[in-house]
């Protein structure tokens, strides 16, 4: 095992070929074998084999907002033995946006044909307890607000329309939704999904609460206290977990605000706000606002330690506190408010 300046320049070649967008030069250094895997920090990021982790890319690094304006590279360390190597880099890009973000990569090479080829690479941000990726919407969420903004004018009514009262907002999402329902097929993808929004729609009346709409594998709900949409969000995601059959991975996001209510919707930042927080949970998580925390019962509930986001569209930036709501969630480490 030795550093390796010729594996060097294989990785300083990848990651200029990843901000030029040059896709020619991205098949050129992957891997065409099945084995070829490439790693987020997001539950979902986890690609396999040259089609799709290709695709993954390309998909992701042409959207507008993730297009590299400046990239430094701060540290790198390549090493090889025999017909594998390895390296670490940790490179500072700039965004369109003017957002900048320290990644620490690491990558792993086989000799193919007499040439270095990526095998595995694995992208982390070193910020602890902080996420710091603007936080865009899912389809399902962003399909919700749609649907809200085309309807509400058409069916609000005199005595309701433009009314504004304080309510706490929960919007859920189902995490990996399209792999599960094409591994189910449709009829046992809508079985399970409409039992889950049968039970949901139990717990929030249990709580007190009220069903606004269901699309697709997302709802929204809304509360007049915070402390009964938080309980509701844990019974949600227990009953997710105990319902028989496949496993629902559900993310759920709760705010509280001002909000105005139509005949048949809430509209407002408020609701905005509420999705984008449930956007930036992951599977199994529930992300609470920090105003939401302010106005709770604060003995009744434990908090993994808050993380601070950039919601896209919504000036600044938010804290959010991991609900703990049983003992192998990913806020076991309680931090109570």
């Not at 139509?262 to 407002?268: E, F, K, Q, R, V």
């Not at 930042?269 to 302010?294: H, W």
């Amino acid at each position: 095992m030795h550093p390796s300046k010729e594996l060097e320049a294989v990785v300083r070649r990848f990651l200029d070929a990843r901000v030029a967008l040059d896709v020619d030069a991205m098949k050129a250094l992957n891997s065409k074998s099945g084995f070829l895997r490439q790693i987020g920090s997001d539950r979902d990021e986890w690609r396999q084999g040259f089609d799709a982790t290709v695709q993954a890319w390309i998909d992701n690094q042409f959207q507008d907002s993730w297009r590299v304006t400046k990239a430094s590279l701060l540290r790198i360390e390549a090493y090889e033995n025999g017909d594998t190597g390895w390296a670490a880099v940790e490179q500072e890009r700039t965004l369109v946006n003017g957002q900048v973000f320290v990644f620490r990569i690491t990558m792993v090479f086989v000799l193919e044909d007499y040439a270095w080829k990526l095998i595995q690479i694995h992208f982390s941000i070193p910020v602890a307890d902080e996420q710091v990726l603007g936080v865009s919407l899912t389809s399902t969420l962003a399909n919700l607000l749609t649907s809200i903004d085309a309807g509400a004018d058409a069916e609000s009514d005199g005595d309701q329309d433009g009314t504004v009262r304080t309510a706490s907002l929960l919007f859920t999402d189902v995490v990996g939704s399209t792999a599960l329902s094409q591994s189910m097929g449709d009829r046992a993808w809508s079985e399970l999904i409409s039992g889950h929004f049968s039970a949901a729609e139990a717990i929030v009346a249990q709580h007190g609460g009220t069903v606004i709409k269901t699309l697709g594998d997302g709802g929204m709900y809304v509360f007049a206290a915070g402390t009964a949409a938080l309980r509701a969000a844990i019974a949600m995601q227990q009953s997710a977990v105990d319902a028989p059959g496949p496993h629902l991975d559900l993310r759920i996001g709760i705010h509280t605000g001002d909000v105005v209510r139509t005949a048949s919707d809430y509209l407002g930042l408020t609701v905005n706000k509420a999705a984008r927080v449930a956007a930036a949970a992951t599977g199994g998580q529930i992300l609470v606002s920090a105003s939401t925390v302010d106005m709770i019962n604060d003995a009744e509930f434990e908090f993994g330690t808050p993380i601070v986001a950039e919601l896209k569209g919504i000036a600044g930036t938010h804290e959010l506190c991991p609900l703990h709501w049983n003992e192998a969630d990913p806020a076991a480490k309680p931090h109570v408010r």
